[in-house]
């Protein structure tokens, strides 16, 4: 898959007696820039991760892309993981962190396939704008459609009121001419 990329790590837990409480964050920074200086890596490439338990503190240490790299960390590491005494005495030196360590963990070398985010999905590109050409059209076509429907209708509306007209005058005339003949025929029998 394009855009993946495998980042190597060394990583090693150090438990310490006390709690995670008796050190503020410049401990925990301290100790990260002390293993960036004795790896000859960047500040940024450390993490110190503290954990209760006592003091469980998890060291990982990126080597980026290069496995060659991590082996190499992994062996500079080995002085200082080789007994608590070793890892106590650089601490409190290189760090300036006095921590009682009772284990060292040995340092592994480990990968971690980073994949990035999949792009958000994009609507189907439309063939030479043709898409939006069709829908243009469509709406054009409904409203024609609806125009022509409304004036048919107001059409029938004006037919029907036109033929009730007509038919109410036609009636108005028929009582009309009915009454001017019986009138006729009244005033005919009166002369």
Known sequence: MPGRSI????????????????????????????????????????????????VH???????????????????????????SSAMRSFLLTQAAVHLQVTSVGTP????????PPMPPSQPPELVNGMGIVAIILGALVIVTIAVCAHRQYKTRQMRRMLEERRGDDYLLEMNISTDQSARNKTYGQLS
Request: hydrophobic share 45%.
């Open 7 to 54: 980042d190597f790590f060394v990583q090693f837990l150090i438990i310490a007696q006390g709690s995670v409480d008796d050190f503020d964050g410049t401990t925990w920074t301290s100790i990260e820039n002390a293993f960036a200086t004795k790896v000859g890596v960047l500040p940024s490439r450390v993490s110190a991760t503290p954990t209760a338990g006592s």
């Open 108 to 115: 592994v070398v480990s990968a971690a396939v980073i994949t």
């Open 57 to 83: 503190l998890f060291i990982s240490i990126s080597a980026g892309d290069s496995n060659d790299r991590a082996r190499q960390i992994s062996d500079d590491l080995a002085t200082v993981t080789a007994s």
